[in-house]
């Protein structure tokens, strides 16, 4: 029987657009192609489309310009509409956990049952205990109708719908594997969202989505230092380009990103002392970052001093074979921290339960 191909990975973000093309055969992984694309600003708010048109041009010309026949995509979600919980319920067989998830999820999701898609995966059983752990996942039906309505109108067809921390969960299982008995913490860093997701012997075990990301930077230095919008994204960028360079002083765009880093640090600290008071899986070893704001460099280096656990960015193609025939290798360095969800939902397969 022939091997399922890829689904092409579109992570569908609030600031920009990726899509990844991988190919995987008995010599390995390989990107085939990898594109980015600019939406224009509040095309999508705290996940929210307002501007679909713009983000169905972009997706778009983002095919036509990989010249991609392809058509099946993996996407995802994050954010308010979704819910990641690990439960512990009675043991019992597949059959019988199938029959009653829908009920048991009632207890742990705050929205209706049934205006949800819900999806579960058994992570042990304690039969000695009489108990099993289960991953409850469940995402509001009108944010994954609208995300997969908007893929169709862009002339694609959505065959699988994941979740955003799941997808970089794929990404560092594929690059890194899981130290045994550690405890490491993936953090992933985007425009308007941080995911918070601690995985255990290789099972998520704590989750959580703080409505914070890199627009903070922008808006801080927007406010304080009186630049418009642009002159400020620049900034946090480290770039001058078209800015006066004489109008603001770098140590006060410098100051003003480390208040910001600091304010970030100090929620991500605080849902770790949570995880740590109410786990009894013991302390983590290690905080990996993703997302555009990770490359924020006084961002990794706070979090690691309020933490007091080593701290580095993740590299979504460190088991990825990236030809440099193909490809820019400068340019591929320059968007790693960036391409962790794209590469996790590159990763996925059409009718695949990962």
Do not use: C
């Amino acid at each position: 029987m022939a091997r399922r191909r890829n689904a092409l990975g579109l992570d569908i973000g609030s600031s920009s657009i990726k899509l990844v093309h991988l190919k995987e055969n008995k010599k390995g992984i390989h990107l085939e192609s990898f594109a980015m694309a600019p939406l224009p600003t509040e095309a999508i708010v705290d996940g929210a489309l307002m501007n679909a048109n713009a983000v169905i041009e972009t997706i778009r010309s983002l095919v036509e310009a990989q010249k991609l026949r392809q058509t099946e995509v993996a996407i995802s979600v994050s954010g308010h509409p979704v819910i990641i919980k690990k439960i512990s319920l009675p043991a019992m067989t597949p059959d019988e956990l199938e029959e009653s998830i829908k009920w048991e999820a009632e207890q742990y999701i705050p929205f209706d049952v049934n205006d949800v898609y819900l999806d579960y995966q058994i992570l042990q059983s304690r039969p000695e205990q009489g108990q099993m752990d289960v991953l409850l996942v469940a995402a509001k039906r009108d944010i994954v109708d609208e995300y997969a309505g908007l893929v169709r109108d862009a002339g694609l067809s959505p065959v699988v719908v994941d979740i955003d921390a799941l997808t970089i969960q794929n990404t560092f299982e594929v690059n890194y594997g899981y130290p045994p008995g550690e405890s490491v913490v993936l953090i992933d860093i985007g425009a308007s969202t941080i995911n918070i997701n601690i995985i255990s012997n290789g099972v998520t075990t704590f989750t959580r989505d703080i409505s914070m990301g890199g627009n903070q930077y922008t808006e801080e230095i927007q406010k304080q230092l009186n630049v418009s919008y642009d002159e400020a994204e620049a900034y946090k960028l480290g770039g001058e380009q078209g800015v006066d360079a004489d109008s603001v002083v770098p140590q006060e765009v410098e100051r003003v990103m480390k208040a910001v880093s600091e304010s970030m640090a100090s929620e991500i600290h605080r849902s770790l002392d949570f995880y740590l008071a109410t786990s009894s899986e013991g302390g983590v070893a290690r905080v990996y970052l993703s997302g555009g704001t990770a490359k924020v460099p006084s961002l990794t280096r706070t979090i690691e001093q309020r933490v007091g656990v080593p701290v580095e960015v993740v590299d979504p193609f460190r088991n990825v074979q990236v030809d440099p025939r193909l490809f820019n290798l400068d340019y591929i360095n320059e968007v790693r921290p960036l391409a962790s969800v794209a590469v996790g939902l590159g990763l996925r397969r059409q009718n695949d339960n990962k």
